[in-house]
């Protein structure tokens, strides 16, 4: 058990040096939130837990687990059920649409701008 504690600690550790690298924006905002914690400014609702071999997310205030049971084989039986087909569970979000529907304006209206300054 200390071994895969170990192992997500680092894994952890190395996905702060990526994001801290790669997307400074989200690392800041962690690094924040962990200055919160540990002063006492924010406190915790959950925690990581390794269970029976596989993690479990608990809530603290309740007590209760949020999985409650195999967390991997929830995960395989989701999984299992994509069939990308899109009436099934893949995600076909508003958010992804509106900001399709947006860029597709904003390079309207650079492309009449080009027109305008090419003679196009």
Known sequence: MQDIEQQASLTYLKNLEFLEKEHYDVWYKLHLLDLATED???????????????????????????????????????????????DSLIFDGFPLYYQTKKLKQLLQIKIEDLKIYTHL
Do not use: C, H, P
């Open 40 to 86: 006492g400014r924010y406190k915790e609702k959950y925690a990581l837990d390794y269970v029976d071999g596989y993690f479990d997310v608990m809530e603290l205030a309740s007590k209760n687990y949020l999985y409650a049971s195999n967390s991997t084989d929830v995960s395989r039986q989701l999984a299992d059920q994509i069939n990308f087909k899109k």
